[in-house]
């Protein structure tokens, strides 16, 4: 079946304008999961959907960070006033559930959104 | 210390080698564990989970010592194929996943 998709591919913006990112999960996974990678850099857990909640949104890098969840599947990224620093691939994957372990809890991942702040 | 470290290398070696990663994992707490792959400018995907009693998938063989605390990846007869940044994953348990900074691979003919 189709995977994870997200929407744009690609982003420029310029800084203090505001962005939003999508992800589509695949269908019947209840955990979604955001990420960002910077360059030559790992990735950073930014925040985690169980259905439509978000139990700790302490990954969020600033308050200009916000996510939300709707009808259990589509999510939105939205960074508010851009900033250079905001500037990485944002990851979005999807897990049939999320806390269960083992097979389950295995995270597929959409091509992500390569976001540039000029 | 970080939650989750990785030898970022990178692994040169030629066609056929046997290699190994090692990952240490800080929270004695976490309970599942992944090994993904990610090549140069795609999303990361599953290699294999880790199980406690270890696993095998064809060439690649995954192992965890919860005593200290790391899990280990080997790639036998390795393939030009197989160049990619290899990536350690934690989860304790909860939802947060934490994800290595990737120990890179160049398989060389």
């Known amino acids: 079946g189709a995977g994870v998709s997200q929407s744009p591919s690609n982003k420029v913006t310029e800084k203090g304008k505001d962005v939003e990112l999508r992800c589509d999960p695949i269908?019947?996974?209840?955990?979604l999961y955001w990420y960002r990678q910077s360059l030559g850099q790992g990735l950073e857990f930014l925040i985690y959907?169980?259905?439509?909640?978000?139990?700790?949104k302490s990954g969020l890098p600033s308050d200009r960070f916000s996510a939300e969840r709707t009808g259990g599947s589509v999510s939105t990224l939205t960074i508010q006033r851009t900033q250079q620093e905001d500037s990485a691939v944002y990851l979005c994957?999807?897990?049939?559930?999320?806390?269960?372990?083992?097979?389950?809890?295995?995270?597929?991942f959409g091509p992500g959104t390569r976001l540039t702040v000029l | 210390r970080k939650e989750v470290e990785q030898d970022p290398g990178p692994f040169n070696v030629p066609e056929g080698a046997t290699v190994a990663f090692n990952c240490t994992y800080s929270?004695?707490?976490?309970?599942?564990f992944f090994w993904y792959r990610q090549d140069c400018r795609k999303e990361p995907k599953l290699l294999m989970s880790?199980?406690?009693s270890g696993n095998e998938d064809g060439r690649f063989t995954a192992q965890l010592n919860r005593a200290s605390q790391y899990i280990s990846l080997l790639i036998r007869d390795s393939k030009l194929s197989d160049s990619a940044t290899y990536l350690c994953?934690?989860?304790?348990?909860?939802?947060?996943?934490?994800f290595g900074a990737g120990t890179r691979l160049f398989v060389k003919a």
């Open positions: 959907f169980q259905g439509n909640s978000a139990p700790d």
């Open positions: 929270n004695s707490a976490s309970q599942s």
């Open positions: 994957a999807s897990s049939l559930e999320g806390l269960a372990g083992g097979i389950r809890d295995t995270q597929y």
């Open positions: 880790v199980y406690s």
């Open positions: 994953v934690v989860k304790a348990g909860g939802f947060k996943t934490i």
């Open positions: 269908s019947g996974h209840t955990a």
